[in-house]
């Protein structure tokens, strides 16, 4: 069956799997910051933690697999008790702390099931600063049970000393109830062709992200992947041009293209062939059009904006 006209999801085929494939790095011995700097590393995380450097990473970005069954192309991830789950958490997280520097940010995902999981495990080795929870407008309908729409995002630093450019990721959103002073002149807001607009201080919940589905150009096969505006609003909050983004379980990549096209270098791990190579054709991609769906020109703009 062929795809629809307006089907823009990306894939490979057998020639671009190849050429992306000799573009992955594998780590056998102890590695430098520059020797991984900018690269999407092939290899289970467990097989190249003890090879990464210390100290090189000035955000952290953390999307493991959820406490449920889920299948990834060859691999399965097993639903399992919250004990158990949180010893799989303590397994890595405080051998990839080492990786960090002290002034960087780290932000980990998760869902109903597996947040007190992490809650528990995170508060023993970082400063867990808030809990973001952000809105999926995508999800299946329960009969039983209330319809699961929303994940989370613990937001956590290394020590006292971070980043964070409040500026930077301000949101702005359309006026309802315009007020104006006594003269008339809008209050609080400004007058723009799109009609009034409030910048206001970002939350910690977010509304205005769209789930990559077929029609827009950042959508992967893979089953859990994070919107491009999701890491836009991470990496411009809590890092500055030229820092390095770190994300071990990177899926298709979003981590790395977001960084890139926001002008600071990247560390990418993944497993999955596959995934590895959709990562590095996104990543060429960006080379030539560094545009994010919803941030355009400073602006966080509302759900579904278009390109």
């Keep these: 069956m062929q795809p629809s006209p307006r089907n823009r999801s990306l894939t490979l085929t057998e020639e671009e799997s190849q050429t992306f494939a000799n573009k992955l790095l594998r780590l056998t011995a102890p590695a430098s910051p520059a020797t991984i700097q900018n690269r999407t590393i092939n290899q289970d995380l467990f097989e190249a933690l003890d090879l990464l450097p210390a100290s090189f990473a000035d955000l952290l970005f953390l999307d493991p697999p959820y406490n449920l069954t889920k299948s990834f192309r060859d691999a399965t991830f097993a639903g399992r008790t919250m004990d158990q789950y949180a010893a799989w958490l303590e397994s890595w997280l405080p051998?990839?702390?080492?990786?960090?520097?002290?002034?960087?940010?780290?932000?980990?995902?998760?869902?109903?099931?597996?947040?007190?999981?992490?809650?528990?495990?995170?508060?023993?080795?970082?400063?867990?600063?808030?809990?973001?929870?952000?809105e999926r407008e995508k999800g299946r309908g329960a009969f039983t049970n209330w319809k699961n729409a929303s994940e989370d995002i613990y937001y956590c630093t290394a020590s006292n000393n971070f980043t964070f450019n409040l500026d930077a990721v301000k949101i702005t959103r359309r006026v309802i109830a315009p007020y104006t002073d006594a003269a008339g002149n809008p209050k609080d807001w400004q007058k723009t062709e799109q009609g009034g607009e409030r910048t206001t201080h970002p939350s910690n919940l977010w509304t205005d992200l769209t789930v990559p589905f077929w029609s827009m150009p950042e959508n992967t096969e893979h089953p859990t992947q994070k919107p491009e505006k999701l890491l836009a609003k991470i990496i411009l909050a809590s890092s500055n041009p030229g820092d390095v983004i770190f994300d071990p379980f990177l899926g298709s990549g979003t981590t790395s293209v977001t960084a890139r096209k926001l002008g600071r270098a990247f560390v990418g791990i993944e497993a999955n062939t596959h995934y590895c190579c959709l990562a590095e054709k996104r990543l060429a991609l960006a080379i030539a059009d560094n545009r994010i769906q919803g941030y355009e020109n400073g602006v966080f703009r509302d759900r579904n904006s278009s390109r």
């Excluded at 960087?104 to 495990?121: F, T």
């Design 95 to 134: 051998k990839l702390l080492r990786t960090l520097k002290p002034t960087a940010s780290v932000y980990i995902c998760g869902d109903w099931r597996s947040s007190p999981a992490i809650h528990q495990v995170a508060s023993r080795y970082l400063h867990i600063r808030n809990r973001i929870t952000w």
